[in-house]
């Protein structure tokens, strides 16, 4: 309809001669409106420009206008101020947003071709520059740059704040471009998307409710409450804020809802401010007004403070001094020990200070920032007693003995590993250490850290698989006989997909909380079973899930940002909303197995889709296309996607594939990612995982040798050599693998200095 409507008034123009600029600024201002995105901060408020290309409330305007989790209204020509009601599709690669207001009979601009413009033509911008309002300006089409990728109009016309979402229409009328960039450097000189690019937007929209739109990025409400503003947010495990506080001083908290545990206990976080200049770190004792105590760095110092109130008057600084235990410019570990009658406050397992100021009773415990400072916070912890990072005297003696091994010509070994893993956390610290002052040999040792982490992270993954690990050359067995009980002594628990999809992300990324992913998809489940009702039928609870997850939370396939790693990791793609087919995938079968609705996976050739298989015999089965918001697709339409990636349609991509193999298409995603931004460390995790899991591949064992020789781990590398010589997989040329073994043994012993 949008585009039968738009080319109707482009035919329209078409009749027409190119008409001059009076006329044709009475003509486009009828469709500019004022586009309002207020934030809780008024120094984060937004405005800019913004115009109709539906006569029924679609609303286009660049993406930044409108900003995060803000609301947002637009104020028609005669100054009828409208909410918005859902974001009709948006992206921020190219920042551009489309906007769908509750209007009729508006007056829509048509969309004109944005790549047979020259460089040269006239051209018109139209809009509200710094809030003067229908200001229509005459330029050029100066020109065409790359910006970031992106093949940007190049414009030698007024452009000012104000100015994004401003259409650039040519002298018959038709949009060419959307205003998104002003020159920082050149006056007079703006940049605006081609509106090629909108068009691609507009056939395949997204539309999300606003209210959906506003909890993108959002704190859980049933964990955190904020006061006094600042934009608090979380992402990838962390949560982040910007944005002044509107109490005194620019002060704001997050506080947790839940009320604190009785007394002792501690809380601790790391903190890390982008600037030192900032203040931000933990509160405790919150009354949920004015009222608590704060322990945070300020300008590289460590301050503890008593707020008493509102202002500065009733503030009373407890401690503040520099400390040797803190690192400016790096994550910081602040824990507070609250007794009955005293508090202890640690910077990296230090002591800093002790007080036994009771003046302000227990209360609630959280976050706070000041003066508008951006900071991360991870790994917020509360419990009785937090385990010390610092090693014991033991530790160390045991640690030191462990990295005495470790050799600056080589990464550590494998037993090296093994030996750390127990000691993981208390080992970073001596290694971050111990590489300060061996810089040759701290490459290394950052390295074990990451290997470290890598190993146990693998381990987690195959025990989420339902498996112990095979001896080098045994084949793994799969889920079906994993489930197989009748003749194990014990049962083998059931392959975990969603905590095994979310232990990938976990190995790149230790901040990231399966649990807490877990809950929330938990959470999506229970509001889907209650909107379904009771009684509901499968196919009532499938046609559920489809509108909760695709329209009211609008998951989606990721257009813009394809080959991204954030696409492979599955807590990324639930806090964005938006990612590859085959995590996609997996959210909507374990949400699926929630509503005990039977969903399989399905592994097309370079387009994963999963079937639902009803029990009652009489429903017809459905492949459903989760990357395409839940496109249902035949049979013949399935094959198709298989001879569109150069495959013929064999039986074994209509099979319901197993968790293990959804695993490894998973980390094979990540590997071909790896590879193509040549990163042999990153490619080399994800190769030890696939051969972890199938010890027997000789396809990735043989990648793994490669990459273990070339990373200059030469007796791991020999080990994979040897493994080939002995099982001889189809294929294996003898020869050459005795000369490979000679030729690493010859290094390896360079290496060891012999």
Known sequence: MLFTCCARFAAAVDSKSERSLPDLAKEVKQSLVVVHATGRDPRSSGQGTGFVISSDGLIVTARHVIGDRRPVRVELTDGTSLPVTHVHTATGVLDLVVLRVDATDLIPLPL??????????????????????????AGILSGRDDINGISMLQL????????????????SGR????????????????????????KAMLDAPVPIPIKRWMTIGALDPKRWSTLWDANWRQRAGRILVDGYGTAFGGRSLCLQTATAPELPFEIQADVKLDEESGAAGLAFHADGDHRHYGFYPSAEKIRLTRFNGPDLNSWTILHNEAHSAYRPNDWNTFKVRIEDDQFRCYVNDELVVESTDTEIAPGRIGLVTFRGTSAGFRRFIVAPSIPSNRPTDDQKITIAGILDDVQ?????????????????????????????????????????????HAARVRKQILEALGRKPAA?????????????????????????????????????????????????????????????GKNATEVERLSTLDRILFEEYGFHGSQWEYYTQSNSYLNEVIDDREGLPITLSVLYIELARRLELKVVGLGLPGH????????????????????????????????????AANYPPLPEFF??????????????????????????????????????????DPQARARRLELRARTGRLAEALDDANWFIKE?????????????????????NVQAGK
């Open 608 to 643: 994963y889709v999963v079937r639902f298989e009803p029990k009652d015999p009489d429903t017809e089965q459905q492949i459903i296309d989760v990357f395409n918001r839940g496109k249902r697709l035949s049979r013949a339409d399935a094959e198709q996607l298989i001879k």
């Open 655 to 696: 099979e319901g594939q197993e968790t293990s193999q959804i695993v490894k298409r998973m980390l094979n995603n990540l590997l071909g990612l790896a590879e193509s931004e040549r990163n042999d460390e990153r490619a080399l995790r994800y190769l030890e995982t696939l051969v972890f899991l199938d010890t027997s």
């Open 472 to 532: 080098e050359g045994t084949k793994q067995k799969n889920d079906a006989a994993l489930n197989d009980a009748s003749d194990q002594k014990t049962t083998t628990p059931s392959p975990d997909l969603l905590k095994a999809a979310l232990l990938i992300a976990v190995m790149d990324n230790a901040e990231v909380d399966p649990a807490a992913y877990v809950a929330r998809v938990d959470q999506v489940a229970d509001e889907i079973r209650e909107e379904a």
């Open 728 to 748: 001889q997989p189809e294929g294996t040329n003898t020869d050459r693998l005795f000369e490979l073994r000679a030729e690493l043994q010859r290094q390896l």
């Open 112 to 137: 004109g071709d944005s790549e047979n413009v020259v460089v040269g033509q006239s051209v018109v911008v139209a809009g509200h520059p710094r809030g003067f309002k229908d200001s229509v300006h």
């Open 156 to 171: 030698s016309v007024a452009i000012e704040p104000g100015s994004s979402g401003e259409p650039v229409v040519d002298r």
């Open 408 to 452: 600056s010509v080589r990464p550590a070994s494998q037993q090296t590993i093994e030996q750390l893993m127990p000691l993981e956390r208390q080992s970073a610290l001596l290694i971050a250490q111990e590489a300060k002052a061996l810089e040759l040999k701290a490459v290394h040792l950052r390295q074990l850290a990451i290997d470290v």
């Open 175 to 198: 949009v060419i471009g959307v205003v998104t960039l002003k020159s920082t450097t050149t006056g007079h000189l703006g940049f605006a998307i081609p509106v090629r690019h909108l």
